[in-house]
């Protein structure tokens, strides 16, 4: 199984991003995903998660309204939509596979996979 993001890059405070998680090894479509953040010196985050059928999505607080999550399950890829973004966005983004075929969460305990994150850089 291996999950590949990219998309990332250095942006100007407003401006949007596009990030993609491609997926080798599994059928995206059979699992719920996730997209987490890690900025210098902190914790990973919860971004966003997705069900398998796009049926519901979750955000954290912090991104919820500038974000969207959404799959394309027949091109095997997640994507995170970032709009308006902020320098407190600034972090390396990581796509990652749910635990269970059922959605469990926003835990990064709950997904298994992870992919080798994107660096997001946003200047004021």
């Known amino acids: 199984v291996q999950l590949q993001a990219f998309g990332g890059g250095l942006v100007q405070a407003g401006d949007s991003l596009r990030l993609a998680c491609a997926a080798s090894g599994l059928i995206l479509g059979m699992w719920p995903m996730g997209w987490f953040r890690q900025a210098p010196g902190k914790a990973r985050e919860f971004v966003a998660a997705i069900t398998r059928s796009s049926g519901s999505t979750y955000y954290a607080d912090s991104v919820k309204g500038r974000f969207t999550i959404s799959r394309d399950n027949a091109k095997n890829t997640v994507y995170l939509q970032m709009n308006s973004l902020k320098p407190e966005d600034t972090a390396v983004y990581y796509c990652?596979?749910?635990?269970?075929?059922?959605?469990?969460?926003?835990?990064?305990?709950?997904?298994?996979?992870w992919g080798q994150g994107t660096q997001v850089t946003v200047s004021s």
């Open positions: 990652a596979r749910s635990r269970s075929t059922y959605f469990t969460g926003t835990s990064d305990g709950g997904y298994a996979y």
